[in-house]
Every structure is written in C-alpha cells, then in structure tokens.
C-alpha cells in the first residue's frame, strides 16, 4: 500500500500563553515542544529536565497504604513471602527490585516465575499448584499479572495464604478479593495508568522507605531496572516514566563508585553514598549485546530486552532473574553469554513463524478487504508469537493475532496493534470464541481451541473493520518539521537530546528535506545499510539508510524523511542523519 506523508504545518509561536522565545532557542524544537500540549512554562522545564524531585506521592497510588502495612507485618513476622512474577522484562525487573528492597529489611522472599510453556501465563492453576508446594507462602504477592485472576486469587485464598497484587494490566468487570491491589488502572481517576510494573515497583519501593527508611539502600541505584522494564514493555514514556527512563538509563550506563554523581532528592538514605554494588549481570549483557554509553531507548528496546525475554521465551525465565541479582563477575559472565545464545535461538525460531506467516498472509489477506490479520499453525513456538506478530502489524499496517498450536489443539496467541483500535476492548467483543485473554490497548495474549479459530477470525476482522476507518487503515508518515541541511547544526542537536529518552508517547522527531541529490556511489555497510553523500544547496550531509542495501533508490532529486542524532566520532560528537523513508521530489502545487 502507499504511504501518505503528511508533514506537520508549523504554528504560530507567537500569542501562545508560553513564551517560547525565553524557553527554547530553536524555532524547531520549539514547535515539538508546543505540539506536546503543555499548560505553562514550568511543565515545558520539567519535560526538558526530568528531575527525581518532581516524583509524586508513591502512597497516591491506590491501596498503597494497606499494602505496605501487610509487606512491613511479613517482614516483622518472618512469614514465608513469595514473590510472584511474569516471565517477561517487566516482570523480571520487578521481582528483582522488590526482591533486594526485601532482602534488605532482612526478609528472605521466594521468587517465583512461572514456566510459559507448561503453565502460561501469570496465576494459572499449574503454576499456583507448584508455588504452593515448592514455597509454602503465608503471603503471595503478584507481580505484573493478578489483576483478573479472580478464581484463582481466591484459591490461594482458601488456602490460608494472604494475596497482594502489583500490576498494570487492564482490569475485567470483577476484581479479586485480596488484601491490596496496586494496579492505577482500577482507578479511573487515576494519573498513573502510563506505569508498567517496574514503575509500580519503584513506588512501592520508595513507599516502603518513606513508612521505614533504611539506612545505605540507595533506590535512585535501582532505576536500572526500572528502565529496562518501562522500555522492554512499551508504556508511555510522559509523566514519571520519563524520569524512570532517563535517570535510569545512566544508571545502566554507570558500573563503578562515582564518587563526582552525589545523592540528590532524598532516594539516598546514608551518608556513605560512594559505595554501590555494581549488577554484574547486566555488565555482562552490556558487553555481549555490543551497546555503548551513552545508552539510548534503542539499545534497551533492541539489544538488552530482548536478550532478557529469550530465556522466557524459549524456556524458564529463571536466567535473566539470577543474571540481574547475581553478584559473581564469573556467574555474571557466564549468564550473559547463555543468553547471547538463547537470543540467537530466539531469532532462528522467530524467522522460522515470520515465513511460515508470511505464506498464509500471501494466500489469505487482502488489504482493500482486511482490517486485520489472523494468522495460526501447528507447532509455532508461543514465545515468538508476540515478536512476529509485531513485525507483521509494523509491515502490514494492521491489526495481528499470532496463534501457535500445539498437539492437542491448544493455542495461545499474542495480538499487536495499530491506532485507533483498542486490543482488549476488541478482543471483549470476540470473547465467545475465547479460553482467556488480557493485556494493553497496543498488545495482548490470549489461549483458544483450534476449532474456534475460524469463528475468531472471522469475528475479530469484523470488530477491526467497524472500528477502524479507511483513513487509519493507510499507512501514514507523520513528519514533524522541514529542515534545510543549513539548519543541521550542534545546537539543533543539542537542543534535540533534550527531548530525549524517545519512545512511545514521546516518538523520536521525524524530519523532510526536500530537493537532495546525491554526490557520490552509494556504499553498503555491515552488508545491511546504504551510506549516501547528500546535497542540498551548497550545504553536504552523510547520511544513513537503515535495512535498505539494495533498495531501489528513484531517479534524484529526492524527498527524504530523516531522524538526527549525535554519534562520538574520533572523541568528538556530530551529527548524524538517519533516513527512514526516501522518494522522488514532489512538486510543491
């Protein structure tokens, strides 16, 4: 299908209630900054410089009171606490942040995660069976799953053993009857609905220190994982998440004492703030995952999540949680490297249901009739279907359900999404045909028998129709503001990683150039980029055309949509440009 580009008209900055001339230097950037909506001159200060201070009340989250309260009785108590998770990043992460703010009152929680294959996903009847008779907890507390676990909470219930429940996911029409459910979105009014688990976490955590504070637990240390989770899961980075993400990307970044970063914002319960613990693990990962400081949204979403997700994926989980707490260089080492190497299966498998779901789509789907996709088969592994299921929305602009079964004609599916169309709340109106499904308005899961997959399909491509117009279902480029290659300068660029970390609800800025031309033979690099040496006046750009070796590039002048970004070259830093689209110039009417 063709793609409409659609550049962004630039508006008046003059007459706005912020002065934008005092805040921003670039006319650029004070264009996007305006387009995000702020109310005054002080949110536009927060957004360009995220600051620990600023985190709100962690008790404004519901339920926090009571659940802190039950977690400081365990530890007092020396109950047997179980921490109950998912096997996804966010998860991981959680578990292990909860689970060094407990160890450090002392308490010695069990960590729990369930096995995706045997036993699916969250507080399956399978997994509660196991935990129960390998932990024998006094108090559970879910993790990233639990929200509509109605039955089952109240299984464990019955059990003499008390529920907490930490989560993000959307709730159903009931909620489980427990002591404390921390979940934003069972509140309406709530803020926080843009948190992922991770993010929960780090509340509770910062909850716990401000009812208790500990001396020498350093929380601001711990937004390493806090980040991890928040990108790997694709939430919304606006509000806290983009501190969360910021201030947690440098803590990624950072391995050895600094003594030069001193404490700020009241996270640093001790004097002796110079000496951390180092994550080994995540060192590791760093070095077999090639990423370099500093560390980018890119390199969590791409290299280091999905090195975490493949021992979940493919296995047990179990890995990419001891790798995050382990404290052994050797251990650390040897984890890294065992999930380099899952990550590599991951992909073989990945590529293997991408062609298998290709041929189906090739035969099956017709984008002037379809306004999804649904593609299923026997022996697709369930811990790719999620990826695939991307890489065909992204391609396809549309809708998808990945569907693997498995011999006895059980399937479970990962939906992806594309604006416009809520996943939960169209996977509701199909529930008839449905075991069990859950998640976001962008992604879900779900379980169903292989006779109803037909009767799915066909009900889900009908709900996506009379949910998404024509106009939504064409691919659009939305390009945020024209660019002259004069206007390429170290302080556009700076004034641009100020809007950075980027990601969803913060999209990294996409820019035109119009009328460039090549100055010399193209040249493919690492077998998968175009570098090319563009002009556009009298001003010269390298520029880089990303998975497109051999695209074939239009009779010049060009069109070309880019991204900018700074790149440490020979110790000092430029500006690169990244092309995501190229076309042959249109005329201007």
Same mark, same amino acid.
């Given at each position: 299908?063709?793609?409409r580009?659609?550049?962004a008209?630039?508006?008046?900055?003059?007459?706005?209630?912020?002065?934008?001339?005092?805040?921003c230097e670039?006319?650029?950037?004070a264009?996007?900054?305006?387009?995000?909506?702020?109310?005054?001159?002080?949110?536009v200060e927060t +957004?360009l410089?995220p600051r620990l201070s600023?985190?709100?009340?962690?008790?404004?989250?519901?339920?926090?009171?009571?659940?802190?309260?039950?977690?400081l009785? /365990?530890?007092?108590?020396?109950?047997? =606490?179980?921490?109950f998770?998912?096997?996804?990043?966010d998860?991981?992460?959680s578990?292990?942040?909860l689970a060094?703010?407990?160890?450090?009152?002392?308490?010695?929680?069990?960590l729990?995660?369930?096995?995706?294959?045997?036993?699916g996903?969250?507080l399956?009847?399978e997994?509660i069976?196991?935990?129960?008779?390998?932990?024998r907890p006094?108090?559970?507390?879910a993790?990233?799953? %639990?929200?509509?676990?109605?039955?089952e909470?109240a299984?464990?219930r019955?059990?003499?053993?008390?529920?907490?429940?930490?989560?993000?996911?959307?709730?159903?029409s009931?909620?489980p009857?427990?002591?404390a459910i921390?979940?934003?979105?069972?509140?309406?009014?709530?803020?926080f609905?843009?948190?992922c688990?991770a %993010?929960i976490?780090?509340?509770?955590?910062?909850?716990?220190l401000?009812?208790?504070?500990?001396?020498g637990f350093?929380?601001?240390r711990?937004?390493?994982?806090?980040?991890?989770g928040t990108v790997?899961? =694709?939430v919304?980075?606006?509000?806290?998440?983009?501190?969360?993400?910021?201030r947690?990307?440098?803590?990624?970044?950072?391995?050895?004492?600094?003594?030069?970063d001193?404490?700020q914002d009241?996270?640093?319960q001790?004097?002796?703030?110079?000496t951390?613990?180092?994550r080994?693990?995540l060192?590791k990962?760093?070095?077999?995952?090639g990423v370099?400081?500093?560390i980018l949204?890119?390199d969590?979403?791409f290299?280091?999540?999905?090195?975490?997700n493949?021992a979940?994926?493919l296995s047990? /989980?179990?890995?990419?949680?001891?790798?995050?707490l382990?404290?052994?260089?050797n251990?650390?080492?040897?984890?890294?490297?065992l999930?380099?190497?899952?990550?590599?299966e991951?992909?073989?498998?990945?590529?293997q249901?991408?062609?298998?779901?290709?041929?189906?789509i090739?035969?099956e789907?017709?984008?002037?009739?379809?306004?999804?996709?649904?593609v299923?088969?026997?022996?697709w592994?369930p811990g790719?279907?999620?990826i695939?299921?991307?890489?065909?929305s992204?391609?396809y602009?549309?809708p998808?359900?990945v569907i693997?079964?498995d011999?006895?004609?059980?399937?479970?599916?990962?939906?992806r999404?594309i604006?416009?169309?809520?996943?939960?709340e169209?996977?509701?109106?199909? /529930?008839?045909s449905?075991?069990?499904?859950g998640?976001?308005?962008m992604?879900?899961?779900?379980t =169903?028998?292989?006779?109803?997959?037909?009767?799915?399909?066909t009900?889900?491509?009908r709900?996506?129709?009379?949910?998404?117009?024509d106009?939504r279902?064409?691919p659009?480029?939305?390009i945020?503001h024209?660019l002259?290659?004069?206007?390429?300068t170290?302080?556009?660029?700076?004034?641009?990683?100020?809007?950075?970390p +980027?990601g969803?609800?913060?999209?990294?800025?996409?820019f035109?150039?119009r009328?460039?031309e090549?100055?010399?033979?193209?040249?493919?690099?690492?077998?998968r980029?175009?570098v090319?040496?563009?002009?556009?006046?009298n001003y010269?750009?390298?520029?880089i055309y990303?998975d497109a070796?051999?695209?074939p590039?239009p009779p010049s002048?060009?069109?070309?949509? +880019?991204?900018i970004?700074?790149?440490e070259?020979?110790g000092?830093?430029?500006?690169?440009?990244?092309?995501?689209?190229?076309r042959?110039?249109?005329?201007?009417?």
């Amino acid at each position: 299908m063709e793609t409409r580009w659609i550049i962004a008209p630039p508006e008046e900055l003059n007459g706005s209630a912020i002065s934008w001339n005092e805040i921003c230097e670039s006319e650029c950037i004070a264009r996007l900054l305006m387009r995000k909506g702020f109310a005054s001159a002080q949110e536009v200060e927060t +957004f360009l410089r995220p600051r620990l201070s600023s985190l709100s009340d962690p008790f404004l989250l519901p339920n926090m009171q009571t659940a802190v309260e039950r977690v400081l009785g /365990a530890v007092d108590r020396h109950e047997r =606490i179980v921490l109950f998770g998912d096997y996804d990043v966010d998860g991981v992460t959680s578990i292990a942040l909860l689970a060094e703010m407990l160890r450090a009152y002392g308490a010695t929680p069990e960590l729990f995660l369930p096995l995706r294959m045997e036993e699916g996903y969250g507080l399956s009847g399978e997994s509660i069976e196991r935990c129960l008779e390998q932990c024998r907890p006094q108090l559970l507390i879910a993790v990233d799953c %639990g929200t509509s676990s109605v039955a089952e909470v109240a299984d464990v219930r019955r059990r003499g053993v008390d529920v907490i429940v930490f989560d993000h996911h959307e709730p159903k029409s009931a909620l489980p009857d427990c002591v404390a459910i921390v979940n934003p979105k069972i509140d309406p009014d709530s803020p926080f609905h843009y948190l992922c688990s991770a %993010g929960i976490a780090f509340k509770v955590c910062h909850a716990l220190l401000k009812t208790r504070p500990l001396d020498g637990f350093d929380l601001k240390r711990k937004l390493d994982l806090v980040a991890l989770g928040t990108v790997a899961d =694709i939430v919304p980075l606006r509000g806290e998440n983009r501190i969360f993400v910021q201030r947690g990307a440098i803590e990624i970044a950072r391995h050895r004492t600094s003594p030069s970063d001193p404490p700020q914002d009241g996270f640093v319960q001790s004097a002796n703030w110079q000496t951390r613990s180092t994550r080994p693990g995540l060192k590791k990962l760093i070095e077999v995952s090639g990423v370099r400081p500093p560390i980018l949204t890119e390199d969590i979403g791409f290299r280091l999540g999905p090195r975490l997700n493949a021992a979940g994926r493919l296995s047990t /989980a179990e890995k990419s949680l001891q790798l995050l707490l382990t404290k052994d260089e050797n251990e650390a080492a040897a984890l890294a490297d065992l999930l380099d190497n899952q990550n590599r299966e991951r992909q073989d498998v990945e590529r293997q249901v991408f062609l298998a779901a290709e041929e189906q789509i090739a035969r099956e789907f017709d984008p002037m009739r379809d306004a999804a996709i649904i593609v299923s088969g026997r022996g697709w592994h369930p811990g790719v279907v999620g990826i695939v299921g991307s890489r065909i929305s992204r391609k396809y602009h549309r809708p998808t359900i990945v569907i693997g079964f498995d011999e006895t004609g059980g399937g479970k599916g990962s939906g992806r999404s594309i604006e416009g169309l809520n996943l939960v709340e169209a996977l509701d109106r199909c /529930a008839e045909s449905l075991e069990k499904f859950g998640g976001h308005e962008m992604a879900a899961g779900l379980t =169903i028998r292989e006779d109803k997959i037909d009767t799915f399909a066909t009900a889900f491509r009908r709900v996506a129709r009379e949910l998404l117009s024509d106009e939504r279902l064409q691919p659009c480029l939305r390009i945020d503001h024209e660019l002259l290659f004069s206007d390429l300068t170290a302080d556009l660029l700076r004034w641009h990683e100020m809007l950075q970390p +980027f990601g969803t609800g913060n999209p990294y800025p996409l820019f035109f150039a119009r009328e460039v031309e090549p100055t010399a033979t193209r040249r493919v690099a690492n077998d998968r980029h175009l570098v090319l040496r563009l002009r556009q006046r009298n001003y010269h750009q390298r520029a880089i055309y990303f998975d497109a070796p051999n695209a074939p590039l239009p009779p010049s002048p060009w069109d070309i949509a +880019f991204r900018i970004l700074a790149n440490e070259y020979e110790g000092q830093t430029r500006l690169d440009v990244q092309i995501q689209a190229l076309r042959k110039t249109v005329a201007i009417n």
